[in-house]
DNA sequence: TTTTGAGTTGTTCGA
DNA sequence: GTCGAACAACTCAAA
């Protein structure tokens, strides 16, 4: 049975909203009918992890700016919101297509979901096919000599850089065949996908532009300005030197493959060792995903089940602390805000906020993670609950138990002219940097030059550092004994 | 086959 | 002030 060459492709939209290095897109317009691109809201996918706050907004914008792209080709962007089985089946119905087209996505969830979808559409006679876009290489072509996923991040990237060739990101294409009759879509605004009352997402329009072009933008600035200081620079949360693409990688509006190919083209300007050192951040993503796909749950349980007899306190009140950057302890406090006011923070200071709600404050990771993903524009499965096992020690490295970030000296060490404190506690600004990080020691005379009144203009530590370090450590040592 | 060394991100203590 | 040791435990690949 073939379909006329007039029946449509539909192009399933999801976290690959570009235009450009997107197979999806790129078979539908090779195959020489309309193409239909779609973006599905779909809340109702058991299992999922329900879109955070600060990613609708991200959403929103990176919608409209696919849309903008779209239009340029001579087409335009289809929305509908239910359930994604449904949606496609209707649009079928309404249109005639003959093929769906998607790229390739890995959450457990979203698995089951596409190949239920896939199954059933074949069974119609509908030409449906699924692509890689997301990642260098795809976990189950990635096996250790013994055949079994990697567990650890060094032979898994060392192998990936020796076998695998990224190859040739794919050109934008720049015209796409319309339909005829177009089926109807839903507004935007309608999603009410940004806050109101109150907008808290007000100055983002200040960090970030989403989008395709914002992304490739982005990525430019960051390997001409910024890049050649990355290897020993990416640490300092003071400085503009990290490269601030996962929001863009996030919601696919860039490729790793694009990423290699355009570090690859700076490496001479860059140098090899910051070269290296940001493709190997790529490669952590890549890693994040290798364990998510091998170990489905990674998400919501322990992989070392010996950490479900962890004596968590979760207690309520130091977790809201954490939340709203009043621990006490100015890096965390001034990661804490950041993240809540641009939606993003540094990954120095996501690793001290993260080990401190963990080990000062002995709350479960979970609660870390649901925080982190509802806040950050850049919440990413793979890459969120990932590095919240790492940081727990509950992951899939052997991570030793007595690392635990001690906030006072990360500070000093991090943000030794106390910029990055200043900028986002600035109620403590007037501290000289002998105190910065550590307010409580200051004499009465300072912290009233400062103008400050500690447990009320600024609260007093929430928990005392080394006390809290040796409950900690006692803690992950009953681990072991009951084992 | 067995052994061995290395492995993102740290801190403290004592010499 | 600087420096090395100690703090466990598991994976992976090379020897």
């Known amino acids: ?52 706050g600060a990613a609708r907004w991200w959403l929103h914008h990176s919608l409209s700016a696919l849309n903008t792209r779209l239009d340029q080709t001579g087409n335009h962007l289809v929305l509908r919101a239910g359930n994604s089985h449904n949606v496609l089946k209707e649009l079928i119905k309404e249109t005639g ?10 959450e457990s969830s979203a698995r089951q979901r596409d190949s239920d ?42 192998s ?37 009352n109150p907008d808290w997402a007000k100055d983002f329009p200040d960090v970030w532009t989403p989008g395709e072009d914002g992304a490739r933008q982005r990525l430019t600035d960051f390997l001409e300005d910024d890049a050649a200081h990355y290897a020993g620079g990416r640490d300092r949360p003071d400085k503009p030197w990290t490269s601030r693409l996962s929001p863009h990688l996030a919601f696919g509006e860039i490729s790793p493959r694009q990423i290699v190919a355009v570090a690859e083209s700076h490496r001479e300007t860059v140098g090899d060792k910051n070269t290296e050192k940001f493709l190997s951040e790529i490669g952590w993503r890549e890693f994040s995903y290798n364990l ?66 963990i080990k000062h404050l002995m709350t479960d990771w979970r609660e870390g993670e649901r925080w982190f993903w509802d ?30 970030f001690n906030p006072i000296t990360q500070g000093e060490k991090f943000d030794p002219n106390g910029e990055y404190i200043r900028k986002w506690v600035p109620e403590i600004a007037q501290l000289p940097n002998k105190f910065l990080n550590k307010p409580w020691e200051a004499g009465p005379i300072v912290l009233k030059d400062a103008g400050i009144e500690l447990g009320q203009t600024y609260p007093e530590p929430i928990v005392d550092h080394s006390a809290a370090r040796e409950r900690a450590l006692d803690a992950f040592k009953s681990l072991k004994e009951a084992a």
Do not use: C
């Open 1 to 52: 049975m073939s379909s006329p060459r007039t029946a449509p492709v539909i192009v399933w939209f999801r976290q690959d909203l570009r235009l450009a290095d997107n197979p999806a897109l790129h078979a539908a317009v090779e195959s020489g009918r309309p193409v239909l691109p779609v973006f599905i809201l779909d809340a109702e996918t058991p299992g999922d992890w329900k879109l955070g």
């Open 160 to 196: 990936v850089r020796s076998e695998v060739d990224p190859g040739t990101p794919l050109k934008a294409p720049s015209q796409i065949q319309s339909l005829d009759k177009w089926p109807t879509s839903e507004e935007l605004d309608d999603w009410n996908l940004l806050p109101r």
């Open 292 to 357: 998510l796909y091998h170990f489905p749950n990674f998400p919501e349980q322990n992989y070392q089940d010996k950490f479900d007899r962890f004596p968590w306190l979760n207690n309520s009140d130091t977790l809201l602390a954490w939340q709203r950057g009043q621990t006490g302890y100015p890096i965390v406090d001034a990661g804490m805000r950041q993240l809540w006011q641009t939606g993003w923070m540094h990954n120095r200071v996501r690793m001290i906020t993260a080990s401190f709600l």
């Open 375 to 404: 806040t950050l524009v850049d919440a990413d499965l793979a890459n969120n609950s990932a590095s919240w096992q790492w940081v727990a020690g509950s992951g899939a490295d052997a991570a030793p138990y007595f690392r635990i």
């Open 97 to 106: 297509a003959a093929a769906v087209y998607w790229n390739r996505r890995y």
């Open 117 to 158: 979808i896939k199954s059933h559409l074949k069974e119609q006679g509908l030409d449906v096919q699924s692509f890689n876009a997301t990642l260098l290489v795809e976990p189950w072509t990635v096996k250790n000599k013994s055949g079994d996923p990697f567990r650890v991040f060094t032979p898994f990237w060392r």
